[in-house]
């Protein structure tokens, strides 16, 4: 069964820094593409960055360029996103997904950005 856990959310204030992880089990991070997204209180999901089964091909939305970082450990098939110089545009339910059809999703970590 393809299980996906995020954590690492939390609080903190503008230009902070949270570590967000995402355990996979069920499949291993080196056969699949993975995305993070992020869902803000009364919007849609928004995808915010991706990376390909092999470490190459990451991308980043515009909005996060430059202060977000993804990377993956295949060993312990852990999917992680560094989340600097936050902002409190930045705070929503953040999760990390398969890139698959369909995808499948974790339950979500909550980052709040808030002085």
């Not at 902002?87 to 974790?106: F, H, I, L, M």
Request: aromatic share 12%; proline share 5%; net charge negative.
């Amino acid at each position: 069964e393809i299980q996906l856990v995020e954590s690492g959310g939390g609080m903190v204030q503008p230009g902070g820094s949270l570590r967000l992880s995402c355990a996979a089990s069920g499949f291993s991070l080196s056969h699949y593409d993975m995305s993070w997204a992020r869902q803000a209180p009364g919007k849609g999901p928004e995808w915010v960055s991706s990376i390909k089964f092999n470490g190459g091909g990451i991308e980043y939305e515009d909005s996060v360029k430059g202060r977000f970082t993804i990377w993956k450990d295949d060993l312990s098939n852990i999917l992680y996103l560094q989340m600097d110089n936050l902002k409190p545009e930045d705070t929503a339910v953040y999760y990390c997904n398969t890139d698959t059809r369909p995808p499948y999703w974790g339950q979500g970590t909550q980052v709040t950005v808030s002085s």
